[in-house]
Structure formats: structure tokens, C-alpha cells
């Protein structure tokens, strides 16, 4: 081997090390000291005619993936971001397309291992940058708080992307990267499964999930040392454990009978479960207390492929003050909701108003999942723009539907700001 040749062999030997050094760190969410491996290190090495172009794609790639963690996306237009995403895309593309011709000329099988292994792990990282822009879709997504989220659709597109990981995104260099996107895509799955458990009055079935988004956001904590106390935890993964809190306050609140019947497991659930954020038994009943309200009750309908057989078919999930549902209003209560499903479906945040001369009651209803409404009642003739009834509505609706959640996917800080920053230092134009 001539001297040359020992030379090349060197700087592509020196060049995976830097590059597993910077992916590692990428994986790590140590974005700054990735940018150094990039700025000070790799810049030293002399990098072969093909892979000259990469060192540009590879910092704007840092500036994108602090701004995904920190959801920068959701501050301004998320085409704008996407587009960046996309700027690194077509960057790593030709550099793949210049290593793959060089590829097919060379002759030694040493060099074609080499561009063969540098042409994977660019492909491998263009994988993971198409599953960020999907990832930005979801999430943009939820920030349209009028309308109900798909949680079924959603639960099988997360599935779908989470399955092939292990088999197509298999380059070692990756390794902590696809261990982050994997983790991210099973704790948002089992979210959205503890959602539908939830509304579906499924008990079991949402503990489990519930449980075990939990164990996940643990495994985090430990892992990469976070702390939302200490401020080390980024806007995405402190969204998860909000998201997660609000589903376990929406749980003890559903399931609260089934909860009292065992005060041993709501015990255990308390221990060893975060804090729920909202305690939704207390806020209904100051409301009760300070109004001249008689009832609230949530209502489960039956499925709409199930055909209703009567009362039985529509169980009050929860009910406040009395210790059980006022029956003699259920066939006004399923009358009231099942001629007005066309409304009620909309999903808008005003409440369905009637007033029953009949029985002198106001009954005011909404919707707070598919199948689960909302109804409160009056003993009398109730103005249907009371402003502290529609207030309280409107606050424990939008609780309940995670709309106040899905908003602060729109985190607080100048993320913008640090977006700019890095995207300077690669040189690239914002566009």
C-alpha cells in the first residue's frame, strides 16, 4: 500500500469515528457539542470529492432536530420548518447519488465497502428525516382544537410508522437516534390507546396503557437524566407528560366509583402515578355548591353498531351530588341527545340548551368524547347565555378534550430565536 493510499485510508478511518461521535451526540440531545464535532473536528479532516458537500446539510441537521425537540415548528408556519427538513433531504441525496456512482467505478472491494457503508448511513438518516416531517404533520395537527382528533386513524398511522424501524432503520451509527424515534412513536401510541381506552369506559384496558406511558416517560427521566424541575427537559418531552397527567386526571374522573369500590388500588394508583394536574370531582362540585345547579352527569351513549335496547344501554359514567344518576331524566337525557346528534357531533363549545316546561328543568349538553356527553341540570328556568354556566362549560370542556393540552404544543421560550441561530451557523439561507 503506497503512502497515498495509507493517507486516504487514515482520514476515512478518522472520518467514521467523527461521524459516530456526532451522531452519538445527536442521539444524546447534546446539540452543541455535535455542532463542535462538526466545526472543530471534522472540518480538520480531508474529506474524499464525494463527501465534500456534507458537512453544510449536517449542521443545518442539528439546527432542525433542536428545533423539532423544542417544537419549534408550532411557532410559525410548520411548511417553512419542513422545508428545512427538506433542504438537508436534497442535500444528503447528492451526496448519496456522488457515492453511489463512485461506487459502481471503483474496483477494490475495500473502497466499495467503504462507499457502500458511508451511502447507508446518509440513507438511513434521510429515512429518519422523512419520519420527522410526518411527525410535524401529527403534531400540527392537533393545534386544530375544533375538531375531535381521529385517535383510531391515528393509533394505526403511529403503529404503521413504529413497525418497520427495527428491520429498515438498522445502520449503527443510528442506533440511539432510531432508540429515541422508536420511543417516541410507542409513548404517543399508548397515549392515544389510553385516550380510546378512556373514552370508551374501557377500565382495564386504560390502566394498562395508562401504566404504561408512564413506565415509558421513566425511562426517559433516567436514561437521559431529565428534569422539568431543573429545566433540562425539552418542549416535546414535557408535552408528553402533560399530555400523559391530563389522561390520568380524565381517568380517576371517569372511573371514579370503580376507583372508590377499591381504595387500596386508587391508593396504588396515586403512589405510584404522577399527580394529576386537575382534579375535575372537586372543580364540579364547587360549581354545584356555588350554583343552583341539581345535577351533573356524563352520560355514556352505546356504540352506533350496536342497537340500543333501552336505559341500561346509556350508564352514567359519573354523577355529582347525588350518589346515583337521576333516572327519572334518562328519557329525556337520551331523547335530548339522540335527535340532536347532528349538533352535538360538531363538537363546538357551545352546549346543546332545552327547557322542559313539562318538569320545569334546564338541560344544558355537550360533548366531551364520541360517545360520552356532558349534561347538567336545572330545577328551573335557566338563561341559555348564563355566563357562569357556559364559563364553567367551557373550562371543563376544554379540559377534557385535551384541547388546552394540544395548545401548549406551542411551548414558551424564544425557540425561534435559537432556531436562527444554528440555522446561521450552517451557513444556510432561512427561507
Not at 459516530?20 to 474529506?47: C, H, M, P
Not at 340532536?340 to 352546549?351: E, R, V
Request: hydrophobic share 40%.
Amino acid at each position: 500500500m503506497s503512502t497515498k493510499e495509507e493517507t486516504i485510508q487514515t482520514d476515512h478511518l478518522r472520518l467514521r469515528e467523527l461521524l459516530l461521535i456526532f451522531f452519538n451526540e445527536l442521539g444524546k440531545f447534546q446539540f452543541s457539542k455535535a455542532v463542535q464535532v462538526l466545526k472543530t473536528k471534522l472540518y480538520a479532516v480531508k474529506l474524499p470529492r464525494n463527501l465534500v458537500y456534507l458537512l453544510p446539510p449536517l449542521l443545518l441537521l442539528v439546527a432542525v432536530e433542536s428545533g423539532y425537540y423544542n417544537l419549534a415548528f408550532t411557532l410559525f408556519d410548520s411548511k417553512r420548518f419542513k422545508e428545512m427538513y427538506n433542504q438537508v433531504l436534497v442535500a444528503l441525496d447528492k451526496v448519496c447519488a456522488e457515492i453511489d456512482d463512485k461506487e459502481k467505478s471503483v474496483t477494490k472491494i475495500e473502497k466499495k465497502r467503504e462507499a457502500s457503508f458511508f451511502s447507508h448511513l446518509l440513507k438511513q438518516t434521510l429515512y429518519m428525516i422523512s419520519h420527522r416531517m410526518k411527525m410535524i404533520d401529527i403534531y400540527v395537527s392537533f393545534l386544530d382544537t375544533n375538531t375531535m382528533p381521529a385517535y383510531n386513524e391515528l393509533k394505526k398511522k403511529l403503529n404503521n410508522m413504529q413497525m418497520p424501524l427495527s428491520t429498515i432503520f438498522t445502520h449503527p451509527f443510528l442506533q440511539q437516534i432510531r432508540h429515541n424515534l422508536s420511543s417516541e412513536l410507542s409513548l404517543f401510541e399508548k397515549l392515544v390507546a389510553s385516550q380510546i381506552k378512556i373514552s370508551k369506559w374501557k377500565f382495564k384496558d386504560a390502566l394498562f396503557f395508562i401504566c404504561q406511558s408512564q413506565a415509558d416517560i421513566d425511562s426517559w427521566k433516567f436514561k437521559f437524566d431529565f428534569s422539568e424541575n431543573q429545566n433540562t427537559w425539552f418542549a416535546l418531552h414535557s408535552w408528553f407528560c402533560k399530555y400523559h397527567r391530563a389522561l390520568l386526571s380524565k381517568f380517576r374522573l371517569y372511573f371514579r366509583n370503580k376507583l372508590l369500590e377499591d381504595s387500596r388500588r386508587e391508593f396504588q394508583i396515586k403512589d405510584k402515578l404522577s399527580f394529576s394536574p386537575v382534579d375535575y370531582v372537586e372543580t364540579i362540585q364547587k360549581f354545584v355548591s356555588e350554583s343552583s345547579c341539581f345535577n351533573i352527569t356524563f352520560v355514556l351513549q352505546p356504540p352506533l353498531t350496536k342497537k340500543s335496547e333501552g336505559i341500561k344501554d346509556w350508564p352514567g359514567v359519573f354523577t355529582c351530588p347525588q350518589a346515583e344518576p337521576p333516572t327519572m331524566h334518562w328519557p329525556n337525557i337520551i331523547s335530548l341527545i339522540t335527535d340532536n346528534l347532528n349538533i352535538l357531533d360538531m363538537f363546538t363549545l357551545s352546549p346543546l340548551y332545552y327547557y322542559d316546561t313539562k318538569v320545569n328543568t334546564t338541560y344544558f349538553i355537550i360533548k366531551v368524547e364520541v360517545r360520552m356527553s356532558v349534561v347538567i341540570m336545572f330545577m328551573d328556568k335557566k338563561d341559555k347565555d348564563d355566563s357562569i354556566v357556559n364559563d364553567f362549560i367551557l373550562n371543563l370542556v376544554s379540559e377534557l378534550r385535551s384541547s388546552k393540552i394540544f395548545l401548549m404544543l406551542k411551548p414558551q421560550g424564544s425557540y425561534y430565536e435559537v432556531l436562527n441561530s444554528r440555522v446561521e451557523e450552517a451557513n444556510v439561507e432561512f427561507v
